[in-house]
């Protein structure tokens, strides 16, 4: 098999995604993003939020996926706060991670990703994080897994969003309450919560 030319232009979600896949997929922290041109051509489709940031998660382009998914971090945004999780695990702030996949447990998107529910998905991230820290693991089994994780959610967001573009992404958003907006502020501002920016 060819490897991927990053060169080459995806004119459409599924042509890009087609091509994406072919990376390996994100498990760990990267050490950087697999290919600017990719983020460059993720941005110019203007798809749902949501699959730009499924799209930047497997391109290992954490900031841009960070960036989208900061405003879909509060109900109904599911879909977002989820993938929210998934990119702290990638990051490897795994108490963060399990934390959002806490806040989404009970949602329609969690349950058909992770039929075994939370417990089963905190034990991915526990052996996720038993891979990184103590070397513990075996990295294709859990590469497979993040892969089957990702893809789900993936097939969820095209099922409920659709692939067409989306020059408005305002509908998209969630203004957070008044407590959440609070503790964002207090982690960007004051160093507090499992990130210091």
């Known amino acids: 098999m060819a490897a991927p030319n990053p060169e080459a232009a995806y004119p459409t979600f599924s042509a890009l995604y087609a091509h994406i896949l072919a990376l390996p997929p994100p498990l760990t922290p990267p050490a ?39 405003h879909m971090q509060a109900p109904p945004a599911y879909e977002g706060m989820f993938l929210h999780g ?33 417990e089963e998905a905190t034990r991915f991230i526990g052996k996720v994080e038993g891979l990184v820290k103590k070397r513990e693991g075996n990295e294709e089994e859990l590469e497979r897994e993040s892969s089957r994780e990702i893809k789900a959610v993936v097939e969820y967001c095209r099922k409920k969003f ?36």
């Open 32 to 70: 950087k993003t697999t290919s600017t041109k990719l983020t460059a051509q993720i941005s110019n489709l203007s798809l749902h939020p949501t699959l730009e940031v499924a799209l930047h998660i497997l391109n290992n382009d954490l900031p841009s996926a960070h960036f989208l998914v900061r």
């Open 86 to 118: 998934i990119l702290h695990r990638i990051e490897g702030d795994y108490d963060n991670a399990r934390a959002w996949y806490r806040n989404v447990a009970e949602s329609e998107v969690f349950k058909e990703v992770w039929e075994g529910g939370q």
């Open 162 to 197: 659709g692939e067409k573009e989306m020059l408005d992404a305002t509908q998209a958003w969630v203004k957070p309450g008044e407590d959440h907006r609070k503790m964002g502020e207090e982690m960007v501002s004051g160093g507090k919560g499992f990130r210091k920016f």
